[in-house]
């Protein structure tokens, strides 16, 4: 079993509503992304997924998110653009181009701070 893994970050402005206090003011992150593809088996080249294929894919992605203001996206005008619900969005976004019988999305695990992250495994992990 291989787990691989592809790192980036991008800055972001984002608020809590309904949040009390500063958090349901605009403000900005430098969000750290990493993203993991658990592999059964290497291919041919002894490779679990090329990491240019999953660097495109997660750039595809997050790039849109890049220098914007999170609560103004399509996918966060109902809900609060929370870490968690970035993480599961940008999980949702990948999943389906990575399940293969040799590897798929394991998680994708986004940071606010050096301190403070979330990890996503998908609905049917436990």
């Not at 691989?4 to 800055?11: A, E, K, L, P």
């Not at 849109?64 to 993480?87: C, K, M, R, V």
């Not at 599961?88 to 606010?112: H, N, Q």
Request: a negative charge; one cysteine or more; hydrophobic letters at 35%.
């Amino acid at each position: 079993m291989y787990d691989i893994n592809v790192t980036t970050q991008f800055d972001a402005v984002h608020c809590l509503r309904g949040y009390p206090e500063d958090f349901e003011v605009p403000h900005n992150h430098t969000w750290k992304v990493v993203v993991t593809v658990r592999a059964t088996t290497l291919d041919e080249l002894g490779m679990g997924i090329d990491f240019l294929v999953l660097d495109k894919l997660m750039k595809d992605v997050i790039t849109p998110f890049e220098g914007q203001d999170l609560n103004e996206h399509a996918a966060f005008q109902t809900i609060n653009p929370s870490t968690e619900y970035i993480a599961k969005y940008i999980y949702d976004r990948m999943e389906p181009a990575l399940r293969t019988d040799r590897y798929k999305l394991y998680s994708v695990s986004v940071s606010e701070t050096d301190t403070q992250n979330v990890i996503y495994y998908g609905e049917d992990e436990t």
